[in-house]
T-cell receptor, first 112, second 109 residues
Framework: DADVTQTPRNRITKTGKRIMLECSQT?????MYWYRQDPGLGLRLIYY???????NKGEISDGYSVSRQAQAKFSLSLESAIPNQTALYFC???????????FGEGSRLTVL | QKEVEQDPGPLSVPEGAIVSLNCTYS??????FMWYRQYSRKGPELLMY????GNKEDGRFTAQVDKSSKYISLFIRDSQPSDSATYLC?????????FGAGTILRVKS
């Protein structure tokens, strides 16, 4: 089983719908992250959490929210999806070393 | 101007070639430098992690950092078709981790 699991792997939805992407990890890491990846723009940080009671905005948090339900679970929500949120979304975890991230396999979201 | 610039490619080379992948950066505060490899339909995985200027070698891979020029490189010797992937540079200052856009590499057999 993967150390960082994302669900769903693929989702097609319509403008205005609420979407939740879920992430769970078995690495025992405290730090968890949500990134989106777009061609030519690389990975951009949406939100991050250093423990269950700690939630921080990244560089592109507008239109997104997160919930850290437990050390192992970190979910990303789009309250009202819009087409420019079509992207590949990655969850990642980190231990002590900030630079060593462990990524899930990604959730491809298409908003029509 | 982006903090980290990386040519998106694609870079296409024959099997066995030496590959050079590069990133430039504008912020001299960056202290730690990484290279991630991302296969199609997979998440990125850490390949190399360096701190100081100079070279770090791991098998066929060599990471090079030149802080005076704000330039980092990843060299791949004897490239293989299995090296075909997107390579992303990343760097840290403080708690901020910034990724390059990634370079697509294709190694042809």
């Amino acid at each position: 089983d993967a150390d960082v699991t994302q669900t769903p792997r693929n989702r097609i939805t319509k403008t205005g719908k609420r979407i939740m992407l879920e992430c769970s990890q078995t690495k025992g890491h405290d730090r968890m992250y949500w990134y989106r990846q777009d061609p030519g723009l690389g990975l951009r940080l949406i939100y991050y959490s250093f423990d269950v009671k700690d939630i921080n905005k990244g560089e592109i948090s507008d239109g997104y929210s997160v919930s850290r339900q437990a050390q192992a679970k970190f979910s990303l929500s789009l309250e009202s999806a819009i087409p420019n949120q079509t992207a590949l979304y990655f969850c990642a975890t980190a231990g002590v070393s900030t630079g060593e991230l462990f990524f899930g396999e990604g959730s491809r979201l298409t908003v029509l | 101007q982006k903090e980290v610039e990386q040519d998106p490619g694609p870079l296409s080379v024959p099997e066995g070639a030496i590959v050079s992948l590069n990133c430039t950066y504008s912020n001299s505060a960056f202290q730690y430098f990484m290279w991630y490899r991302q296969y199609s339909r997979k998440g990125p995985e850490l390949l190399m992690y360096t701190y100081s200027s100079g070279n770090k070698e791991d098998g066929r891979f060599t990471a090079q950092v030149d802080k005076s020029s704000k330039y980092i490189s990843l060299f791949i010797r004897d490239s293989q078709p299995s090296d075909s992937a997107t390579y992303l540079c990343a760097m840290i200052y403080g708690n901020k981790l910034v990724f390059g856009a990634g370079t697509i590499l294709r190694v042809k057999s």
